[in-house]
């Protein structure tokens, strides 16, 4: 498997007990389960404290402290690398980046703000067209990173209104 740390540095991983291989070199090591969440490792005569602080559904990214440090991982099994290949990766996600205006427009009213957290349906602003007001929704759930309309502007068809984290 694939192991990323910190959006930075990679790793290829292979775990089979009781031995772990990182880059194509065996690792010795002696580690100690402490409690549901923490680890005790001793590696080349140094010991390490392992607490898992966060694990995202399925377990493919992790935050863990290291003696005080804190570290973002993310694995990539064999499965992740094949739908890669086969272009599926992107479909399986399919989050939401952006909501752009389904109609031109003025925008009347803005029910968000930046940094929110919003669920599908709930509403975003309302976007009057035609002498009609129109409540624009949200089409996933995410946290709203940037608002690029303001009350009173107008808008294009396709104009991107609000952005997603």
Do not use: C, W
Request: aromatic fraction near 4%; charged fraction near 25%.
């Amino acid at each position: 498997m694939k192991v990323k740390v910190n959006e930075q540095y990679n790793f290829d991983v292979e775990v089979s007990n009781p031995s772990l291989t990182i880059n194509g070199k065996a690792l010795d090591i002696d580690a100690k389960k402490l409690s549901g969440t923490t680890q005790h490792i001793i590696y080349q005569h140094k010991s390490y404290n392992v607490e898992v602080l966060e694990q995202e559904e399925g377990g493919k990214q992790t935050s863990i402290r290291v003696n005080g440090n804190i570290y973002q991982v993310e694995v990539e099994d064999q499965y992740d690398e094949l739908l890669k290949k086969l272009g599926m990766d992107t479909a399986a996600g399919n989050k939401v980046q952006e909501v752009k205006a389904p109609m031109p427009g003025l925008v009347l009213q803005l029910m968000v703000a930046e940094g929110q957290d919003v669920s599908k349906g709930d509403s975003l602003l309302v976007l009057e067209a035609m002498k009609m007001e129109n409540i624009i929704k949200s089409p996933a759930a995410g946290t709203v990173k940037r608002i690029l309309v303001q009350k009173g502007d107008k808008v294009e068809k396709n104009g991107i209104l609000i952005q997603f984290a």
